[in-house]
């Protein structure tokens, strides 16, 4: 029977909070960077280009987080040195995390803007034309409000996904809280690994519960505004 002592969770709470300001950089510099690119994605999906289009439709189909990782951070140094001669090998490996995770979540996120454009009346985009807006003046400011809050719930769903996925960065010695409970199950020889990842899975929970609870908020105010 495995002995589960409930004051080692609490005990490895402090230490694996440590990892927190990592894990919340990459979430923050992630959705920023990977939604301006989901972005592009998803103007490429909607336009009339066919090979735009299809480039965009076949950029969607990501390889396994775990792989695309291990691609990047073993063998893009590796292209690069062959390539240009390029030694990269000591750069952080918040670039590399960075690079994988911006790839995987603009992925995501173009279809969810997708989805949101085209989930907006065509009348919209006349409306607007009809008093004189350009076609850029139209997407500001009617299209885009109007499909943020469409997209919104999917948006947070995004980036909850994001923070599964980036839990995967310990793997390559990335210290954030995932990458911290390692550490601290490694320098207790093994010993309370089920109270650390309890410990590591909190943290993990209170991150969700804040996005979501930021996430309701935001689209009741929104309908307030609407209304």
Not at 30 to 57: P, R, Y
Not at 163 to 182: E, Q
């Amino acid at each position: 029977m495995v002995n589960y002592d409930i004051s080692k969770v609490f005990g490895a709470l402090p230490e694996v909070i440590k990892g927190l300001p990592m894990t919340l950089l990459v979430i923050i510099l992630t959705t920023l960077l990977g939604s301006l690119l989901g972005g592009l994605i998803a103007w490429a999906s909607l336009s009339k280009d066919k090979a735009l289009e299809n480039l965009a439709k076949g950029y969607v189909r990501c390889t396994p987080p775990i792989v695309l990782l291990f691609l990047v951070f073993y063998g893009v140094p590796e292209f690069l040195n062959w390539w240009l001669g390029l030694d990269i090998n000591d750069w952080s490996k918040l670039i590399f995390v960075l690079v994988t995770m911006v790839l995987l979540f603009s992925a995501m996120i173009s279809e969810v803007f997708k989805a949101a454009y085209q989930a907006i009346p065509k009348g919209q985009l006349e409306a607007g034309l009809s008093i004189g807006l350009t076609s850029e003046q139209t997407f500001v400011r009617i299209i885009a409000p109007q499909a943020f809050k469409v997209a919104l719930p999917n948006i947070t769903t995004a980036i909850l996904n994001l923070m599964r996925d980036a839990a995967l960065a310990y793997t390559i010695g990335f210290i954030d809280v995932m990458g911290k409970g390692n550490l601290l199950i490694s320098r207790h020889l093994g010993n309370y690994s089920l109270e650390t990842y309890t410990a590591v899975a909190f943290v993990y929970w209170g991150i969700a519960l804040i996005l979501s609870l930021i996430s309701r908020i935001a689209e009741q105010q929104l309908s307030v505004k609407e209304r």
